[in-house]
T-cell receptor
Framework: DTAVSQTPKYLVTQMGNDKSIKCEQN?????MYWYKQDSKKFLKIMFS???????INETVPNRFSPKSPDKAHLNLHINSLELGDSAVYFC?????????????????FGPGTRLTVL | RKEVEQDPGPFNVPEGATVAFNCTYS??????FFWYRQDCRKEPKLLMS???SGNEDGRFTAQLNRASQYISLLIRDSKLSDSATYLC?????????????FGAGTQVVVTP
């Protein structure tokens, strides 16, 4: 059983297009995240939701909009794609938000979506 | 200065040898620490948490030095399957909801 799943796995698109990535977790976790891993391998938090409420919103262009229809799903929509958006996007979930600083915030990652903007 | 810094490596290690590497963090309010492992083109997975007194999990030993603000990971009796990138992760408790800061990773290559 896949714990955290993302679709699509690969996404190749032209500059200026709008695209969405979907994420689902079946772990019963309260908190979900979107991370971006660029070519330098830094994994940077973009957004986090706890029970459908946005709790972390890093300095990310407005073109990126997350949506959490329920606590098992967190989708990411990107408008007007740019070359610099090319990266691997990871969804993750944890039982509780990071502030509790305990084993409850072990993060389980999805397999990643490799986005290439041409 | 980056919040979490790691030597990118690669650390080339003969099979059976021991390898150790550190990670430094800049925020003294950091409360919890982890090592994640990421295989090539795969997602990160938790390897182990790092406790104040240091802890061991099989061939892996993690240490925390709060005074000098670094954590370390030691791998004994390296196996080929230990080849991966090891990500240092730091959490600052009490900062609103908190968030994990990831290092860029240290690459370990175990050779036969």
């Amino acid at each position: 059983d896949t714990a955290v799943s993302q679709t699509p796995k690969y996404l190749v698109t032209q500059m200026g297009n709008d695209k969405s990535i979907k994420c689902e977790q079946n772990l019963g976790h309260d908190t979900m995240y979107w991370y971006k891993q660029d070519s330098k391998k830094f994994l940077k938090i973009m957004f986090s939701y706890n029970n459908k409420e946005l709790i972390i919103n890093e300095t990310v262009p407005n073109r990126f909009s997350p949506k959490s229809p329920d606590k098992a799903h967190l989708n990411l929509h990107i408008n007007s794609l740019e070359l610099g958006d090319s990266a691997v996007y990871f969804c993750a979930s944890s039982q509780a938000p990071p502030r509790l600083a305990s084993s409850y915030n072990e993060q389980f990652f999805g397999p990643g979506t490799r986005l290439t903007v041409l | 200065r980056k919040e979490v810094e790691q030597d990118p490596g690669p650390f080339n290690v003969p099979e059976g040898a021991t390898v150790a590497f550190n990670c430094t963090y800049s925020n003294s309010a950091s409360q919890s620490f982890f090592w994640y492992r990421q295989d090539c083109r795969k997602e990160p997975k938790l390897l182990m948490s790092v406790y104040s007194s240091g802890n061991e999990d099989g061939r892996f030993t993690a240490q925390l030095n709060r005074a000098s603000q670094y954590i370390s990971l030691l791998i004994r009796d390296s196996k080929l399957s230990d080849s991966a990138t090891y990500l240092c992760v730091v959490n600052k408790r009490g900062d609103s909801w908190g968030k994990l800061q990831f290092g860029a990773g240290t690459q370990v290559v175990v050779t036969p």
